[in-house]
């Protein structure tokens, strides 16, 4: 498969489809920090794959969302910038609704349902929405 990037308008079209807010789908890949065609492997024996950094144990999910069997589903999350989006899209929004609403609560079980674990991930994803809302606010303003 070619590697095909993630792009701001498959972004935010993810986000408008889940409907979540851009910002916190653009500060959790932030916070992620992977890309196109990455695998990090996991001392579980699982793997992350892509910019949203999708962990593998979603593959049978992935599989039968896309009607497709889970290696060739697992290998369009890692090698496709939209799809990595479009499937990080559909588990926030899963975890928003188990959360029932509560958006903090569900950025920290996309990375974790440990207390601790989720509630430092939560604080690096408000951190990065944070730096690019005030990165965002300094660049409309004139003479800067």
Known sequence: MLLAPLTAACLATAAHAYQLPPI??????????GHVGQIVHNRNGTDDLGPFQINTGWGPA?????????????????DDGCA??????????????????????AI???????????????IMVF??????????????????
């Open 24 to 33: 916190a789908l653009y500060a959790i890949l932030k916070t992620e920090g």
């Open 62 to 78: 992935i599989g039968r969302y896309w009607r497709m069997p889970v290696p060739q589903a697992l290998e369009r999350v890692k």
């Open 84 to 105: 990595n989006a479009i499937i990080a899209s559909a588990i926030l929004r899963k975890f928003l609704n188990e959360s029932r609403g509560d958006l903090p609560k």
């Open 108 to 122: 920290g079980f996309y990375h974790s349902h440990s207390e601790g674990l989720a509630a430092s991930y939560r």
């Open 127 to 144: 951190r990065t929405a944070a730096e690019f809302a005030a990165d965002s606010r300094d660049s409309r303003r004139p003479g800067q």
